[in-house]
Protein backbone atom coordinates (compact mmCIF):
# COMPACT_ATOMS: atom_id res chain seq x y z
CA UNK A 1 0.00 0.00 0.00
CA UNK A 2 1.35 3.58 -1.09
CA UNK A 3 1.89 6.46 1.07
CA UNK A 4 -1.19 7.66 -0.71
CA UNK A 5 -3.23 5.36 0.18
CA UNK A 6 -2.25 5.37 4.19
CA UNK A 7 -3.18 9.03 4.24
CA UNK A 8 -6.53 9.19 2.20
CA UNK A 9 -9.42 7.65 2.58
CA UNK A 10 -12.05 6.77 -0.04
CA UNK A 11 -15.64 8.81 1.29
CA UNK A 12 -17.14 7.90 -1.99
CA UNK A 13 -16.77 5.64 -4.99
CA UNK A 14 -18.89 5.65 -8.02
CA UNK A 15 -17.91 3.54 -11.02
CA UNK A 16 -19.51 6.08 -13.66
CA UNK A 17 -17.80 9.03 -11.75
CA UNK A 18 -15.22 7.97 -10.11
CA UNK A 19 -14.25 8.28 -6.46
CA UNK A 20 -13.59 10.75 -4.16
CA UNK A 21 -10.66 10.88 -1.26
CA UNK A 22 -9.85 12.68 1.55
CA UNK A 23 -6.71 13.21 3.19
CA UNK A 24 -6.32 12.68 6.90
CA UNK A 25 -4.58 16.03 7.27
CA UNK A 26 -8.21 17.50 5.82
CA UNK A 27 -10.03 15.50 8.75
CA UNK A 28 -7.68 16.54 11.19
CA UNK A 29 -7.79 20.36 10.06
CA UNK A 30 -11.59 19.82 10.38
CA UNK A 31 -11.36 18.61 13.98
CA UNK A 32 -9.01 21.97 14.85
CA UNK A 33 -11.40 24.26 13.80
CA UNK A 34 -14.18 22.83 15.32
CA UNK A 35 -12.42 22.51 18.65
CA UNK A 36 -11.34 25.64 18.18
CA UNK A 37 -15.36 26.92 17.90
CA UNK A 38 -15.89 26.31 21.15
CA UNK A 39 -16.04 28.39 24.28
CA UNK A 40 -13.25 27.84 26.34
CA UNK A 41 -10.30 26.70 24.40
CA UNK A 42 -7.81 28.57 24.37
CA UNK A 43 -5.76 26.71 21.64
CA UNK A 44 -4.92 23.55 19.77
CA UNK A 45 -1.61 21.48 21.76
CA UNK A 46 0.96 19.70 20.13
CA UNK A 47 4.44 18.80 21.28
CA UNK A 48 7.28 21.12 20.66
CA UNK A 49 8.93 19.62 17.61
CA UNK A 50 5.88 19.78 15.88
CA UNK A 51 5.09 23.00 16.92
CA UNK A 52 8.22 24.65 15.37
CA UNK A 53 8.04 22.36 12.03
CA UNK A 54 4.21 23.39 11.84
CA UNK A 55 3.77 26.45 9.89
CA UNK A 56 0.83 29.16 10.84
CA UNK A 57 -2.45 28.73 8.78
CA UNK A 58 -4.24 25.45 8.42
CA UNK A 59 -1.31 23.49 9.56
CA UNK A 60 -1.28 24.63 12.95
CA UNK A 61 -5.04 23.66 12.98
CA UNK A 62 -4.17 20.09 12.92
CA UNK A 63 -1.36 20.50 15.84
CA UNK A 64 -2.19 18.27 18.74
CA UNK A 65 -5.10 16.07 16.57
CA UNK A 66 -4.08 12.83 15.92
CA UNK A 67 -6.68 11.25 13.69
CA UNK A 68 -6.95 7.43 13.00
CA UNK A 69 -9.49 6.41 10.00
CA UNK A 70 -10.00 2.37 9.70
CA UNK A 71 -13.15 1.12 7.25
CA UNK A 72 -14.92 4.76 7.16
CA UNK A 73 -14.85 4.40 10.98
CA UNK A 74 -12.84 7.86 12.38
CA UNK A 75 -10.97 7.97 15.81
CA UNK A 76 -9.89 11.56 16.87
CA UNK A 77 -7.21 12.46 19.32
CA UNK A 78 -7.00 15.93 20.37
CA UNK A 79 -4.99 17.75 22.83
CA UNK A 80 -6.02 21.12 23.95
CA UNK A 81 -5.48 24.06 25.68
CA UNK A 82 -8.15 25.65 28.08
CA UNK A 83 -8.77 28.87 29.26
CA UNK A 84 -8.85 29.79 32.83
CA UNK A 85 -12.12 29.41 34.84
CA UNK A 86 -14.00 27.00 32.54
CA UNK A 87 -15.71 23.69 33.57
CA UNK A 88 -12.85 20.84 31.89
CA UNK A 89 -16.27 18.71 32.09
CA UNK A 90 -18.29 21.30 30.43
CA UNK A 91 -16.08 22.68 27.73
CA UNK A 92 -14.36 18.60 26.25
CA UNK A 93 -17.86 17.34 25.95
CA UNK A 94 -18.89 20.70 23.82
CA UNK A 95 -15.90 19.97 21.97
CA UNK A 96 -16.34 16.07 21.49
CA UNK A 97 -20.02 16.99 19.93
CA UNK A 98 -18.77 19.67 17.80
CA UNK A 99 -16.06 17.46 16.20
CA UNK A 100 -18.31 14.47 15.85
CA UNK A 101 -20.71 16.32 14.29
CA UNK A 102 -18.64 18.73 11.74
CA UNK A 103 -16.62 15.60 10.92
CA UNK A 104 -19.74 13.77 10.31
CA UNK A 105 -21.48 16.05 8.49
CA UNK A 106 -18.27 17.35 6.30
CA UNK A 107 -17.09 13.66 5.30
CA UNK A 108 -19.86 11.42 5.53
CA UNK A 109 -17.52 9.34 7.93
CA UNK A 110 -18.48 7.99 11.33
CA UNK A 111 -17.03 8.83 14.57
CA UNK A 112 -16.68 6.35 17.01
CA UNK A 113 -14.27 8.39 19.68
CA UNK A 114 -13.28 11.64 20.25
CA UNK A 115 -10.35 11.62 22.75
CA UNK A 116 -9.13 14.71 24.64
CA UNK A 117 -5.88 15.45 26.47
CA UNK A 118 -5.93 18.40 28.04
CA UNK A 119 -2.15 19.68 28.11
CA UNK A 120 -2.55 22.95 29.79
CA UNK A 121 -4.63 25.83 31.08
CA UNK A 122 -4.43 29.21 29.94
CA UNK A 123 -4.17 31.62 32.64
CA UNK A 124 -5.55 35.40 31.69
CA UNK A 125 -3.59 38.15 31.09
CA UNK A 126 -2.64 40.67 34.10
CA UNK A 127 -3.23 44.40 33.09
Known sequence: MGKEERD???????ENLGEVKIADE????????????VEGVASMAGNATRELIG?????SLSKGVKVDVLEGIVTVSLALNLKYGYSIKDVTG???EKVKTAIENM???DV??????VAGVQMPEEA
Open 8 to 14: AYTIKAD
Open 112 to 117: ADVNIR
Open 94 to 96: KVQ
Open 55 to 59: KLGMK
Open 107 to 109: TGL
Open 26 to 37: VVAIIAGLAAME
